[in-house]
């Protein structure tokens, strides 16, 4: 199954579309005000088709986006008909206050030209899914919850909750039609009974389960333990209250382990290694900083700055933020520490993750890990190109074919004003909406990244900086595309390229697989000639890169390479018998201390179940040992690729292993 969520408009109310899997139909739940667009890219991303829009209830910041959805595709609206009227007159659900912050002055909205009701109990089968409809009123007469099976990953049901239940709460009660002792009933006759691995898609925030509310939630509990508003008996769960309801990954956030670690772990040396091998030197830096580190070096008109930041106060009332990229970090530190002051350049290497509140796709998370290089203190093109020389050698050494190089140059200082001038006259005369024209004032750059289809029309016609670059950018430009045909690195001259973060000047560059769909970017960078005064150093010239590890690792797949050894160790020691199992951890100990890598069975397992193990192990070698060997001075030695097996005198044993594995 597939189900893909994210959150949209002034609330943040979550917009699910569901379906069994890419290329499917599906079903789209909730799109309220602002979710059109993001619906659009999931069923792009996924060559998905709606059949369906459902709506938990007929709030507006949950049914906004109903009719665009519904009539895009063609497909019915369902609805309770308690809140039916609401597809034409979302005011009579709403505070003033409410109205106001979600309709502002004047609006226009319709019934779909396709609208079913739902009812209590009803069972429906769209696309391809079963969903049972549950009536919970409380928050809206019509609110109704879906339910649909799942089965994988010990979940039995994934609950689409509307505004009825929250990870720790429950909907307001205070709007028109709100009533909070049928609130209460809902929960009490529609949740209590449900089983504690099922999980809750909620309305607004982030998904939990029936077990850990039923646990932790204090509406729940305060339902699980006394009466209901009416003071009526409240009857037990059909199971038990668990504490122990299962914690898993936040969202967004892959984790790699055996033996898929290893290839990770392979990818990420392979990119680190030119850069060592170039006299970068390795630097740690936080994971958090100041967020106005981020504000003032990376851009405040950046998606980075103004949506995905993940940004706190700590309790000396600081504004701290994850570090969403690296050299705006590296940046701050080679000041701080004064690196600018001795040899340069300054060049370093990091690695490590960063964190975007971005919504999680395959290829693009909420924790991404990244290695990067920075080289301050110099603008000869020839650090161009070996900057970016270094990020080609690692993904060659990695056997990646199918990516390309895309370059341009953002012109400096001298240049970018006229160009800038250009830029805005032309796009003030284009109808463009009122957030992309709030962008186009801060940093008209900024539009030509713009990837909506629409808006790349409107601006196809629009003036390229690298038609306007002064002589000596254009100097610049030339030499570095020169050292990069010598040094056969092929590239690719990408006018429109405008790259996610606004300190870039001159040569900037982007890596590109399009084996990975829509995340296609597996690393890129640039110069930032002017951020180091920005962040109150020096004048000081810089041109660095960060390379995605977890999209290069995915384009590894595409591509069918294997870049890492599947076999954890090259010996397995299988001991038989409590002499054996002493001897045997000698012996494993000794193999280990000189280079060789070695695992051995536990637990005092038979043979059968320990030769098991040396298959998983993936070792070239099995020695096994019993205490009849020892006493007869000898181990015996299995080539797992041809079953042979050998005796072998305890003290030539580490000789012969080393001799056979090399």
Same mark, same amino acid.
């Given at each position: 199954?597939?189900?893909?969520?994210?959150?949209?408009?002034?609330?943040?109310?979550?917009?699910?579309?569901?379906?069994?899997?890419?290329?499917?139909?599906?079903?789209?739940?909730?799109?309220?005000?602002?979710?059109?667009?993001?619906?659009?890219?999931?069923?792009?991303?996924?060559?998905?088709?709606?059949?369906?829009?459902?709506?938990?209830?007929?709030?507006?910041?949950?049914?906004?986006?109903?009719?665009?959805?519904?009539?895009?595709?063609?497909?019915?609206?369902?609805?309770?008909?308690?809140?039916?009227?609401?597809?034409?007159?979302?005011?009579?659900?709403?505070?003033?206050?409410?109205?106001?912050?979600?309709?502002? %002055?004047?609006? $226009?909205?319709?019934? *779909? #030209?396709?609208? &079913?009701? +739902? !009812?209590? =109990?009803?069972? @429906?089968?769209?696309?391809?899914?079963?969903?049972?409809?549950?009536?919970?009123?409380?928050?809206?007469?019509?609110?109704?919850?879906?339910?649909?099976?799942?089965?994988?990953?010990?979940?039995?049901?994934?609950?689409?909750?509307?505004?009825?239940?929250?990870?720790?709460?429950?909907?307001?009660?205070?709007?028109?039609?709100?009533?909070?002792?049928?609130?209460?009933?809902?929960?009490?006759?529609?949740?209590?009974?449900?089983?504690?691995?099922?999980?809750?898609?909620?309305?607004?925030?982030?998904?939990?389960?029936?077990?850990?509310?039923?646990?932790?939630?204090?509406?729940?509990?305060?339902?699980?333990?006394?009466?209901?508003?009416?003071?009526?008996?409240?009857?037990?769960?059909?199971?038990?209250?668990?504490?122990?309801?299962?914690?898993?990954?936040?969202? %967004?956030?892959? $984790?790699?382990?055996? *033996? #898929?670690?290893? &290839?990770? +772990? !392979?990818? =990420?040396?392979? @990119?680190?290694?030119?850069?060592?091998?170039?006299?970068?030197?390795?630097?740690?830096?936080?994971?958090?900083?100041?967020?106005?580190?981020?504000?003032?070096?990376?851009?405040?008109?950046?998606?980075?700055?103004?949506?995905?930041?993940?940004?706190?106060?700590?309790?000396?009332?600081?504004?701290?933020?994850?570090?969403?990229?690296?050299?705006?970090?590296?940046?701050?530190?080679?000041?701080?520490?004064?690196?600018?002051?001795?040899?340069?350049?300054?060049?370093?290497?990091?690695?490590?993750?960063?964190?975007?509140?971005?919504?999680?796709?395959?290829?693009?998370?909420?924790?991404?890990?990244?290695?990067?290089?920075?080289?301050?203190?110099?603008?000869?093109?020839?650090?161009?190109?070996?900057?970016?020389?270094?990020?080609?050698?690692?993904?060659?050494?990695? %056997?990646?074919?199918?990516?390309?190089?895309?370059?341009?140059?953002?012109?400096? !200082?001298?240049?970018?004003?006229?160009?800038?001038?250009?830029?805005?006259?032309?796009?003030?005369?284009?109808?463009?909406?009122?957030?992309?024209?709030?962008?186009?004032?801060?940093?008209?750059?900024?539009?030509?990244?713009?990837?909506?289809?629409?808006?790349?029309?409107?601006?196809?016609?629009?003036?390229?900086?690298?038609?306007?670059?002064?002589?000596?950018?254009?100097?610049?430009?030339?030499?570095?595309?020169?050292?990069?045909?010598?040094?056969?690195?092929?590239?690719?001259?990408?006018?429109?390229?405008?790259?996610?973060?606004?300190?870039?000047?001159?040569?900037?560059?982007?890596?590109?697989?399009?084996?990975?769909?829509?995340?296609?970017?597996?690393?890129?960078?640039?110069?930032?000639?002017?951020?180091?005064?920005?962040?109150?150093?020096?004048?000081?010239?810089?041109?660095?890169? %960060?390379?995605?590890?977890?999209?290069?690792?995915?384009?590894?797949?595409?591509?069918?390479?294997?870049?890492?050894?599947?076999?954890?160790?090259?010996?397995?020691?299988?001991?038989?018998?409590?002499?054996?199992?002493?001897?045997?951890?000698?012996?494993?100990?000794?193999?280990?201390?000189?280079?060789?890598?070695?695992?051995?069975?536990?637990?005092?397992?038979?043979?059968?179940?320990?030769?098991?193990?040396?298959?998983?192990?993936?070792?070239?070698?099995?020695?096994?040992?019993?205490?009849?060997?020892?006493?007869?001075?000898?181990?015996?030695?299995?080539?797992?690729?041809?079953?042979?097996?050998?005796?072998?005198?305890?003290?030539?044993?580490?000789?012969?292993?080393?001799?056979?594995?090399?």
């Amino acid at each position: 199954m597939l189900i893909a969520g994210f959150p949209a408009g002034p609330w943040g109310t979550n917009c699910y579309v569901v379906s069994t899997g890419p290329g499917a139909e599906c079903v789209v739940v909730d799109p309220g005000k602002d979710a059109a667009s993001g619906v659009a890219d999931v069923v792009r991303e996924h060559h998905l088709k709606p059949v369906a829009v459902l709506v938990t209830h007929g709030h507006v910041d949950h049914m906004w986006c109903v009719a665009p959805v519904a009539g895009s595709y063609d497909a019915t609206a369902w609805i309770h008909p308690a809140d039916r009227h609401l597809l034409t007159d979302p005011m009579a659900g709403l505070s003033p206050e409410s109205a106001g912050m979600l309709l502002g %002055g004047s609006y $226009e909205i319709a019934e *779909p #030209d396709e609208v &079913a009701e +739902l !009812a209590d =109990r009803q069972s @429906l089968e769209l696309a391809g899914l079963e969903l049972v409809v549950d009536h919970t009123p409380g928050h809206t007469p019509g609110s109704v919850t879906f339910r649909t099976p799942y089965g994988e990953q010990g979940v039995s049901e994934v609950m689409f909750s509307g505004d009825l239940l929250f990870a720790g709460s429950i909907g307001r009660t205070d709007l028109p039609g709100g009533d909070h002792a049928t609130m209460l009933r809902s929960l009490r006759e529609r949740v209590l009974p449900l089983r504690d691995d099922v999980v809750v898609l909620p309305g607004h925030g982030e998904q939990t389960s029936i077990g850990r509310e039923r646990a932790t939630n204090p509406y729940l509990l305060e339902l699980d333990t006394g009466g209901d508003a009416d003071g009526a008996p409240v009857p037990p769960p059909t199971r038990a209250v668990s504490m122990n309801d299962k914690i898993v990954a936040p969202k %967004g956030v892959p $984790e790699y382990l055996p *033996p #898929d670690s290893a &290839a990770f +772990l !392979a990818v =990420r040396d392979a @990119l680190t290694a030119p850069a060592v091998h170039a006299g970068y030197g390795y630097v740690e830096l936080p994971v958090f900083e100041e967020t106005s580190l981020f504000v003032r070096g990376v851009g405040e008109s950046t998606d980075v700055v103004s949506k995905e930041m993940y940004t706190f106060t700590d309790r000396g009332n600081r504004s701290l933020t994850l570090r969403p990229e690296g050299t705006a970090g590296v940046m701050r530190s080679v000041i701080e520490h004064g690196l600018d002051h001795g040899q340069l350049p300054v060049k370093l290497w990091y690695a490590g993750p960063f964190f975007r509140a971005e919504r999680p796709q395959h290829g693009r998370y909420r924790q991404l890990q990244q290695v990067g290089v920075e080289a301050i203190g110099s603008d000869d093109p020839a650090l161009d190109a070996e900057v970016i020389a270094i990020a080609d050698d690692g993904f060659r050494a990695l %056997g990646l074919t199918g990516y390309r190089l895309e370059l341009t140059s953002l012109g400096c !200082a001298a240049c970018r004003p006229g160009y800038r001038e250009l830029l805005v006259d032309f796009l003030s005369g284009l109808d463009l909406d009122e957030a992309t024209r709030e962008r186009a004032r801060i940093n008209p750059l900024r539009v030509l990244d713009d990837k909506r289809p629409e808006v790349r029309a409107l601006t196809a016609g629009a003036p390229l900086m690298l038609d306007h670059l002064c002589d000596e950018c254009a100097a610049h430009f030339t030499a570095v595309r020169e050292l990069l045909d010598a040094l056969e690195v092929g590239y690719v001259v990408n006018g429109r390229m405008v790259r996610g973060l606004d300190y870039y000047t001159r040569t900037t560059f982007e890596f590109v697989h399009d084996g990975l769909g829509s995340q296609s970017g597996i690393g890129g960078g640039g110069r930032y000639d002017g951020l180091m005064a920005e962040l109150g150093g020096q004048e000081l010239s810089g041109i660095g890169f %960060g390379l995605g590890v977890d999209r290069t690792y995915l384009a590894c797949q595409v591509e069918g390479l294997t870049v890492a050894d599947p076999a954890r160790v090259d010996v397995y020691v299988v001991p038989l018998g409590d002499r054996a199992r002493h001897r045997a951890a000698l012996i494993a100990a000794a193999l280990r201390r000189s280079g060789v890598r070695v695992d051995m069975a536990f637990g005092g397992r038979g043979l059968k179940g320990a030769m098991k193990g040396a298959d998983r192990s993936g070792a070239r070698l099995t020695v096994v040992l019993g205490d009849r060997d020892i006493e007869a001075g000898e181990a015996q030695v299995k080539t797992m690729s041809t079953g042979e097996q050998i005796a072998v005198p305890l003290d030539r044993l580490e000789h012969t292993l080393k001799e056979q594995l090399s």
